[in-house]
């Protein structure tokens, strides 16, 4: 279902690529508004959805879509403009394949829809990982906020936090294909 939060998560994923044709175009002001702006209809979205009590399984899927593209895209462009180091990209995309690959062997071994629920600990390294781009996309912006940026020392955090998520995940996912009534492959 259409409602007011999907049409802002529809309208924060259509700002992903047009964040990054305007660091591709250098029109780092454009993009450092668009990433707010993003920021800004996550939180909207979310609170809409509570308050009007409009959550829809359709949103549920395209939220965490929107997040993960926004995040991902744009650590994959900033590593390529150097601003990034690339063992932080490739940390917290490895997490995020590792859960996508996991959630779907479960899947498929079991036929079975796993409910996901982010950790304490996965909500404070996305929130790091937001953190760091958005201090990036500031010196983009403006080069006198390069102290900021340095030393990396959110985007260190945000992998760390990142890494100990991807070490909690697995461990549910594991105990929850252990746990569970029928206790192993499909039909068995």
């Known amino acids: 279902m259409l409602n007011i939060p999907n049409t802002l998560t529809l309208l924060r994923i259509a700002a992903i690529p047009a964040t990054l044709i305007a660091i591709e175009q250098s029109r780092y002001t454009l993009a450092l508004i668009l990433f707010f702006a993003a920021g800004v209809t996550d939180a909207l979205d979310g609170g809409i959805a509570r308050l009007m009590n409009t959550r829809t399984t359709l949103g549920a899927y395209l939220d965490p879509l929107a997040d993960k593209g926004l995040v991902l895209s744009l650590l994959i462009r900033l590593t390529a403009l150097g601003r990034i180091p690339g063992w932080i990209l490739t940390i917290i ?94 039909g068995a």
């Open 93 to 186: 995309l490895t997490r995020d394949l590792v859960c996508i690959a996991g959630y779907a062997l479960l899947f498929f071994l079991t036929g079975e829809r796993i409910e996901v629920h982010p950790s304490l600990i996965g909500k404070l390294a996305t929130f790091l990982q937001l953190g760091g781009l958005g201090i990036e996309m500031l010196v983009l912006h403006d080069a006198s906020f390069e102290p900021l940026a340095r030393g990396d020392a959110v985007f260190i955090g945000a992998a760390a936090a990142t890494a100990i998520s991807g070490v909690q995940y697995v461990a549910r996912g594991l105990r929850w294909y252990q746990t569970r009534p029928s206790g192993g492959v499909a």
